[in-house]
């Protein structure tokens, strides 16, 4: 179950800075030392994805780099409340303040959501959909269990997940204003495969948001 894993954690472990792991006081989001090398990096990252746009907080390296992957594969979700608070932030003031309807998430394979015991982005975007006032709904399922993105090259990125998502709901989605969570944006291939799936079920807009951003790691043309 992800919502108990998720309270658990953050009830039996006391909070730390996701960026270094030091002890923080609960309304914190980093420690001091962190806190300041972040405001220098923290910059919203306008980007896109096969037309969607994306904005992101941060550039994916160092410091937020082992933030997300601590989430993603040490169970850290108690990092996820402070790394949203920023990203809402920033939601706010490029997308505007009451800009959507409904928030929802890139899901996982159900195989793949079973071994790690949560996904992380719905974990995200439930945490934002809190923050914002903005209702969180699934609307997305992976119905194939792909590679994983992180471990393809361009080219296979583009086909890995062809075929991969599938609509839950179109009537939920209809002439609605959505807004589409990951935890980051690299070839843009995920969220772009994400989108037009949505884009079936007739919304009034589709935009992301992400944690961060690797998509200089790629050609600009071939992203946007």
Not at 60 to 84: E, F, M, N, S
Not at 119 to 127: F, I, T, V
Request: charged share 25%; net charge positive; glycine share 4%.
């Amino acid at each position: 179950m992800i919502e108990p894993l998720y309270y658990l954690r953050a009830l039996i472990y006391p909070e730390h800075c996701p960026y270094c792991g030091k002890p923080v006081e609960p309304h914190e989001i980093a420690c001091p030392l962190c806190m300041e090398i972040i405001k220098q990096k923290h910059s919203p990252i306008q980007g896109g994805a096969a037309g969607f746009r994306c904005i992101s907080s941060f550039v994916y390296d160092g410091k937020v780099r082992r933030a997300v992957l601590r989430i993603k594969y040490r169970k850290r979700v108690q990092y996820i409340p402070q790394l949203a608070a920023i990203l809402a932030q920033d939601i706010k003031s490029c997308y505007g303040e009451e800009c959507f309807d409904l928030i929802t998430a890139v899901p996982m394979h159900k195989t793949d959501v079973k071994e790690r015991g949560y996904n992380q982005s719905e974990l995200l975007a439930k945490e934002l959909s809190k923050l914002l006032g903005v209702p969180y709904a699934d609307t997305l399922i992976k119905t194939k269990r792909t590679k994983k993105q992180h471990d393809l090259n361009f080219t296979e990125r583009k086909t890995n997940l062809s075929g991969a998502f599938a609509l839950t709901d179109k009537e939920v989605l209809t002439g609605k204003r959505i807004l589409l969570i990951d935890d980051i944006i690299t070839s843009g291939n995920t969220l772009s495969k994400c989108c037009k799936v949505l884009s079936k079920a007739r919304p009034s807009k589709i935009c992301c948001a992400t944690i961060a951003s690797a998509q200089n790691k790629y050609p600009k043309e071939t992203i946007i």
